[in-house]
């Protein structure tokens, strides 16, 4: 399996940005597709998870209101919307997949980096 994540870049405090990943290989029914995110200087941290199989859907607390994951089943693409979008929101965003059996987050996507100018 492998992820591969697009659509970021430069764009101005308050405008939207959907984020997608393309996702490689056999991604079975019992899989959570997820989206992270690495500003400078700081850990990484979980903004959004989504069942592959039901679209149950999970945000990090400080994401709720303002991202919106989702998935496309037939593209095999999970997308990150991100709405009124602040300079804090500047970071490389990642999506990754875990089997619904495990915590662990065993594929990770390359990282697409989104900068918000203010």
């Known amino acids: 399996v492998q992820l591969q994540a697009f659509g970021g870049g430069l764009v101005q405090a308050g405008g939207s940005l959907r984020l997608s990943c393309a996702v490689y290989?056999?991604?079975?029914?019992?899989?959570?597709m997820g989206w992270f995110r690495q500003a400078p200087g700081k850990e990484r941290e979980f903004a959004a998870a989504?069942?592959?199989?039901?679209?149950?859907?999970y945000y990090a607390d400080v994401m709720k209101g303002r991202f919106t994951i989702s998935r496309d089943n037939a593209k095999n693409t999970v997308y990150l919307l991100i709405d009124s979008l602040k300079p804090e929101d500047t970071a490389v965003y990642y999506c990754?997949?875990?089997?619904?059996?495990?915590?662990?987050?065993?594929?990770w996507g390359q990282g697409t980096q989104v900068t918000v100018s203010s």
């Open positions: 990754a997949a875990r089997h619904i059996d495990y915590n662990e987050w065993f594929y």
């Open positions: 989504i069942n592959w199989s039901d679209g149950r859907e």
């Open positions: 290989g056999v991604i079975a029914s019992s899989y959570w």
